[in-house]
């Protein structure tokens, strides 16, 4: 499971400013269902500064954390000064996130520009950019910036910052063209390195899934149970036991520790199996 700093616990229990401002200045939309995560944030300006700003998300508890965080902070800022705020500054305010989370922040901000735009009549410079992921929707331009404002190293740094790449990871090649170009431009040159052999999260799901049916389901159910994937985040595989298995995989680790095995055996080395 992620590791939460008290400041997003809290944030995400008790989530400030929610809702939409009716005939809001600036309006602000990232994100979309389809790819998991969504942000909509509307502010009211008077005289060149935020005097409300409101926000709703679909997202996780580091979406939730991370737009409540950012009306907080940009309530009573003048608009020229809410234009410099960074992902870095939002993921400070909440004591930091898991580096997997970190596109969270980043949602947070493009919101605030995508409002600010708004609010100036002006377009985005991303809208202009060319989509290298298909699967979310991230264009070039978006990734070049992250690279650069966030000094990213690898394209699994981009997948956490972006989620370009966390699909179905056919777009890792042209990730790695953007970082290399990206850090050549900015006199940070980096040997360019072959695209990353890591697999995106449907490739685990698909792989965890033929194990357990090849190699873990078969014996469980000849003693009248059964086990079912839940979710994979990261390296951490959740699943639940049925039937007879139940009470033995809470009180014993004989078969915590044989599934682990198995799935580190024929799927990923680091992941590690818990209880939903």
């Given at each position: ?96 996130l898991p580096k997997e989370k970190m596109h969270c922040s980043v949602m947070g901000r ?167």
């Open positions: 499971m992620w590791e939460y700093t008290e400041t997003v616990t809290e944030h995400f229990q008790n989530p400030r400013n929610v809702g939409e401002i009716d005939n809001a200045d600036g309006v602000g939309e990232v994100g979309s269902l389809a790819c998991g995560d969504a942000l909509r944030l509307t502010l009211k300006i008077e005289d060149g500064k935020i005097v409300d700003a409101k926000f709703k998300t679909f997202g996780c508890a580091s979406a939730i954390a991370s737009s409540s965080a950012l009306t907080e902070m940009i309530i009573g800022m003048d608009v020229s000064k809410a234009e410099t705020i960074t992902n870095e500054d939002i993921a400070s305010a909440l004591g930091g493009e919101a605030l520009e995508a409002a600010l735009a708004d609010f100036r009549g002006l377009s985005l410079p991303k809208a202009d950019g060319e989509v290298v992921c298909e699967c979310f929707g991230v264009t070039d331009v978006e990734i070049r910036r992250v690279v650069s404002e966030s000094n990213l190293h690898s394209v699994e740094e981009i997948t956490n910052f972006t989620k370009a790449g966390g699909g179905c990871g056919k777009c890792e090649e042209k990730l790695a063209e953007l970082l290399h170009k990206t850090q050549s431009d900015g006199l940070r040159v980096i040997p360019l390195k072959q695209p990353s052999k890591r697999m995106t999260t449907l490739q685990k799901i698909k792989k965890i899934e033929e194990v357990l049916d090849r190699e873990i389901r078969p014996g469980l159910r000849l003693d009248g149970g059964d086990i079912e994937l839940i979710d994979v985040e990261g390296d951490t595989v959740m699943v639940s036991m049925r039937g007879a298995c139940t009470s033995c995989f809470k009180s014993q680790t004989t078969i915590k520790e044989f599934v682990e095995r198995k799935l580190r055996e024929q799927v990923l080395e680091t992941l590690v199996v818990e209880e939903a």
